[in-house]
C-alpha cells in the first residue's frame, strides 16, 4: 500500500560526500516519521536518522555532524546528506516510514525501501 523508491547510493572515496533520497508513494495522507537504516551483511539494521513530521530530528552518534536528514512533507520525499564518509559508513542503507495514515484513515506500520548499497573506498 505504500511503495517507496530509493536512489543515490554509490561508490565514493573516504571524505567525500553522497546524497540519498527517497520518495514514498501509494493512498498516503500523512507519515509520522522517515529516516534511514543500515545494515552490514551479516550485522544487524541499524538506525541511523529519523525525522518526524514536525521537524524533530535523531541521528546516531556514529553519523552525529556528519550526516543531516531533511523531508519534504508534501511530497512524501525524505533525503540524507552524508558528508566527510569513512571507510564504516560502507553498508546497506534503507528508507523507512513509519506511522503512515492512508486516505482511507488506516494505519500502518513501518514500510521499507528496497536498500541502496553506499560504498566508501580508503
Known amino acids: 500500500q505504500v511503495q517507496l523508491v530509493e536512489s543515490g547510493g554509490g561508490l565514493v572515496q573516504a571524505g567525500g560526500s553522497l546524497r540519498l533520497s527517497c520518495s514514498a508513494s501509494g493512498s498516503i495522507r500523512s507519515i509520522n516519521s522517515m529516516g534511514w537504516y543500515r545494515q552490514v551483511l551479516g550485522n544487524q539494521r541499524d538506525l541511523i536518522a529519523r525525522?518526524?513530521?514536525?521537524?524533530?530530528?535523531n541521528y546516531a552518534d556514529s553519523v552525529k555532524d556528519r550526516f543531516t536528514i531533511s523531508r519534504n512533507s508534501a511530497n512524501n520525499t525524505v533525503w540524507l546528506q552524508m558528508n566527510d564518509l569513512k571507510t564504516e559508513d560502507t553498508a546497506v542503507y534503507y528508507c523507512f516510514v513509519d506511522g503512515v495514515r492512508l486516505t482511507s484513515f488506516a494505519l500502518l506500520g513501518t514500510s521499507w525501501g528496497q536498500g541502496t548499497q553506499v560504498t566508501v573506498s580508503s
Open positions: 525525522i518526524t513530521t514536525g521537524g524533530r530530528t
